[in-house]
């Protein structure tokens, strides 16, 4: 049997084996590494591995149950691609980037969604921002959608596509589908929704060297371990140890102007909840609801293991077309622990000689080729856009040495490391200090000291981060004595220091996410918390040198700056630095 597609004759093949996700195929001839085939009386999706000797072995991305040897494969013509276009935002898509269902209970892979509204059969208002007979060139606006309220949503000359405008859709079409044709550059037809190969990346014009800060509104991520936008950044942490509520607060207040959430063979119950709360939570920069400006990827630990694999090309390349727009775009992996489990199990069904734990050889590249995609280009329209990579890692039994965690440190700016003695205390979140590092920090100590034409408004960010980070060196060095010889039998300046370490600790770095003050931190508001701690210190170290015994301060009444996080507003700095003058002045009358 043969079939054309892309101008090719192709000839069907027939199924010779089938292990899980793993078909084998012979007699497929017209198809090339990474394309997509058609197996079996449901068409099937799956993706070619490999090929040898007239089999070509695929990986399915759909439960196998019920293709038998003997089946018809059929080659598809084009490699995995997502299609891009209008319909994205505010919706929930599975690994292969369909819809699913909008219902937060129910995550089924289905073309109709519960409530009726399949994305790809919206029909969208073209407005165009050229005109026939202009030259177009890779990556200018071609026209915007006004219906995407949540930003301006961009159609642009797709790469590799340039000449002179010779017809607009506008007037003549009112409403178009997603996949009905908007213009013609030459000869060459643009539609409205563009699709992409997910494993190759979107090209640019260049890379930009400048630092800004992705702006957390978690203090100890802001204060401590910034992350730019731009960079990459893991969260390796064991089960309990609060991984998803720090990904979901990412998502809820960093200030990207896109998300993409992808979740990777997470639980079921967990990605209904971010569903149901995303869709409830207003959205504090349009006013609007979070998921109308979020695209959220979901391939749950029950969906097929195949299509958890193609869910994270899927997503950063979802970023890649809102960066190519000229947005900053947070990708949001949770987690890539289970993506590497899944090219383990593929690898070892395919007999592909493990390497240590059993993952691939190439376990390495693959998370390499993920991360490096994260970046702050400028883009071929000559826009400045930004892909910001935050991906969680599961450890089995959290096992920080295990394969795929010291594989992803390799590979990222940031590591936000989470403890789990931390998290057992109770004390969220539980990103340990000693562990965590940002090897940007310097940068961006030095886009705070700028002017404010650059961005930066804070000259002592640098000195205060140094501060804090030392002081809670200090203060785990001197609990550690303090276990052995007793407090009591430290001198006044250590005891000072285990003070502030506590203060430091349960006031400025512990922030609660249930909190209406204290879920989002403002920058402004977390250097005056930990300004406020750090001016403590110096007050407390001037007392004792008047003659003030260690013990008066240790148990004077530190509520007053322990609850300032709570009991100020979430950008009311200027509450904050009452509580310091008032404090300071309490410690002042201190004899």
Same mark, same amino acid.
């Given at each position: 049997?043969?079939?054309?597609?892309?101008?090719?004759?192709?000839?069907?093949?027939?199924?010779?084996?089938?292990?899980?996700?793993?078909?084998?195929?012979?007699?497929?001839?017209?198809?090339?590494?990474?394309?997509?085939?058609?197996?079996?009386?449901?068409?099937?999706?799956?993706?070619?591995?490999?090929?040898?000797?007239?089999?070509?072995?695929?990986?399915?991305?759909?439960?196998?149950?019920?293709?038998?040897?003997?089946?018809?494969?059929?080659?598809?013509?084009?490699?995995?691609?997502?299609?891009?276009?209008?319909?994205?935002?505010?919706?929930?898509?599975?690994?292969?980037?369909?819809?699913?269902?909008?219902?937060?209970?129910?995550?089924?892979?289905?073309?109709?969604? !519960?409530?009726?509204?399949?994305?790809?059969?919206?029909?969208?208002?073209?407005?165009?921002?050229? $005109?026939?007979?202009?030259?177009?060139?890779?990556?200018?606006?071609?026209?915007?959608?006004?219906?995407?309220?949540?930003?301006?949503?961009?159609?642009?000359?797709?790469?590799?596509?340039?000449?002179?405008?010779?017809?607009?859709?506008?007037?003549?079409?009112?409403?178009?589908?997603?996949?009905?044709?908007?213009?013609?550059?030459?000869?060459?037809?643009?539609?409205?929704?563009?699709?992409?190969?997910?494993?190759?990346?979107?090209?640019?014009?260049?890379?930009?060297?400048?630092?800004?800060?992705?702006?957390?509104?978690?203090?100890?991520?802001?204060?401590?371990?910034?992350?730019?936008?731009?960079?990459?950044?893991?969260?390796?942490?064991?089960?309990?140890?609060?991984?998803?509520?720090?990904?979901?607060?990412?998502?809820?207040?960093?200030?990207?102007?896109?998300?993409?959430?992808?979740?990777?063979?997470?639980?079921?119950?967990?990605?209904?909840?971010?569903?149901?709360?995303?869709?409830?939570?207003?959205?504090?920069?349009?006013?609007?609801?979070?998921?109308?400006?979020?695209?959220?990827?979901?391939?749950?630990?029950?969906?097929?293991?195949?299509?958890?694999?193609?869910?994270?090309?899927?997503?950063?390349?979802?970023?890649?077309?809102?960066?190519?727009?000229?947005?900053?775009?947070?990708?949001?992996?949770?987690?890539?622990?289970?993506?590497?489990?899944?090219?383990?199990?593929? $690898?070892?069904?395919?007999?592909?000689?493990?390497?240590?734990?059993?993952?691939?050889?190439?376990?390495?590249?693959?998370? !390499?080729?993920?991360?490096?995609? !994260?970046?702050?280009?400028?883009?071929?329209?000559?826009?400045?856009?930004?892909?910001?990579?935050?991906?969680?890692?599961?450890?089995?039994?959290?096992?920080?040495?295990?394969?795929?965690?010291?594989?992803?440190?390799?590979?990222?700016?940031?590591?936000?490391?989470?403890?789990?003695?931390?998290?057992?205390?109770?004390?969220?979140?539980?990103?340990?200090?000693?562990?965590?590092?940002?090897?940007?920090?310097?940068?961006?100590?030095?886009?705070?000291?700028?002017?404010?034409?650059?961005?930066?408004?804070?000259?002592?960010?640098?000195?205060?981060?140094?501060?804090?980070?030392?002081?809670?060196?200090?203060?785990?060095?001197?609990?550690?004595?303090?276990?052995?010889?007793?407090?009591?039998?430290?001198?006044?300046?250590?005891?000072?220091?285990?003070?502030?370490?506590?203060?430091?600790?349960?006031?400025?770095?512990?922030?609660?996410?249930?909190?209406?003050?204290?879920?989002?931190?403002?920058?402004?508001?977390?250097?005056?918390?930990?300004?406020?701690?750090?001016?403590?210190?110096?007050?407390?170290?001037?007392?004792?040198?008047?003659?003030?015994?260690?013990?008066?301060?240790?148990?004077?009444?530190?509520?007053?700056?322990?609850?300032?996080?709570?009991?100020?507003?979430?950008?009311?700095?200027?509450?904050?630095?009452?509580?310091?003058?008032?404090?300071?002045?309490?410690?002042?009358?201190?004899?």
């Amino acid at each position: 049997m043969d079939s054309v597609t892309g101008g090719k004759a192709r000839r069907a093949g027939h199924v010779v084996r089938v292990n899980g996700p793993l078909v084998e195929a012979e007699g497929l001839e017209g198809v090339a590494m990474l394309d997509v085939v058609m197996v079996g009386p449901h068409a099937l999706p799956a993706e070619v591995v490999a090929m040898d000797d007239g089999t070509t072995t695929m990986q399915a991305y759909e439960y196998t149950g019920g293709v038998k040897v003997g089946d018809a494969v059929e080659a598809d013509g084009r490699p995995l691609s997502a299609p891009l276009g209008p319909g994205l935002l505010g919706q929930v898509f599975d690994g292969l980037l369909r819809p699913l269902s909008t219902a937060p209970t129910w995550l089924t892979a289905d073309r109709a969604n !519960a409530d009726g509204a399949d994305p790809s059969q919206a029909r969208w208002t073209f407005v165009p921002k050229l $005109a026939v007979g202009d030259h177009a060139e890779p990556g200018e606006v071609l026209g915007i959608v006004p219906e995407i309220k949540t930003l301006e949503y961009r159609v642009l000359v797709p790469p590799r596509v340039s000449g002179a405008v010779t017809w607009l859709a506008g007037e003549v079409a009112e409403k178009l589908h997603s996949d009905d044709v908007v213009a013609r550059i030459e000869q060459t037809p643009i539609h409205l929704t563009e699709r992409w190969a997910v494993r190759r990346a979107r090209p640019y014009r260049s890379r930009v060297d400048h630092v800004i800060p992705l702006h957390t509104g978690q203090r100890i991520l802001d204060l401590i371990f910034p992350l730019t936008q731009g960079g990459a950044a893991a969260v390796p942490g064991g089960f309990g140890t609060g991984k998803t509520l720090l990904l979901q607060q990412l998502a809820k207040w960093c200030d990207a102007e896109v998300i993409v959430y992808i979740g990777c063979g997470e639980r079921g119950n967990e990605m209904a909840d971010v569903l149901a709360e995303f869709a409830e939570l207003a959205d504090p920069r349009t006013g609007g609801m979070l998921l109308d400006r979020t695209v959220i990827i979901a391939n749950t630990s029950n969906m097929p293991m195949m299509a958890r694999e193609s869910s994270v090309y899927s997503g950063i390349t979802v970023a890649e077309h809102f960066r190519d727009m000229g947005y900053s775009v947070v990708v949001i992996a949770d987690s890539t622990s289970r993506w590497a489990e899944a090219l383990r199990e593929f $690898a070892s069904r395919n007999g592909a000689l493990p390497a240590e734990e059993g993952y691939p050889a190439e376990l390495g590249s693959a998370l !390499a080729a993920f991360y490096e995609r !994260a970046g702050s280009v400028r883009t071929l329209g000559g826009r400045s856009g930004t892909v910001t990579v935050v991906g969680a890692v599961s450890p089995p039994g959290g096992d920080m040495t295990e394969p795929v965690t010291t594989a992803t440190v390799r590979f990222v700016r940031t590591l936000w490391s989470l403890d789990h003695d931390l998290a057992y205390a109770r004390h969220y979140p539980a990103v340990s200090w000693s562990d965590s590092f940002s090897r940007d920090a310097v940068a961006i100590g030095t886009w705070h000291a700028s002017d404010a034409k650059s961005g930066g408004s804070d000259p002592g960010w640098g000195d205060r981060r140094a501060r804090a980070i030392a002081l809670l060196a200090d203060a785990d060095r001197i609990a550690d004595l303090a276990e052995v010889v007793g407090t009591a039998a430290l001198p006044g300046p250590e005891r000072i220091v285990m003070l502030v370490g506590h203060l430091l600790r349960d006031g400025v770095l512990a922030q609660s996410a249930l909190s209406p003050n204290d879920a989002y931190c403002s920058v402004a508001k977390g250097a005056a918390l930990l300004d406020l701690v750090l001016t403590v210190s110096d007050a407390c170290q001037a007392a004792l040198s008047r003659g003030v015994d260690a013990v008066v301060l240790e148990q004077r009444d530190w509520s007053g700056v322990l609850r300032a996080r709570e009991e100020t507003g979430p950008a009311d700095s200027d509450a904050v630095r009452v509580i310091k003058e008032q404090t300071l002045s309490d410690l002042a009358a201190l004899t």
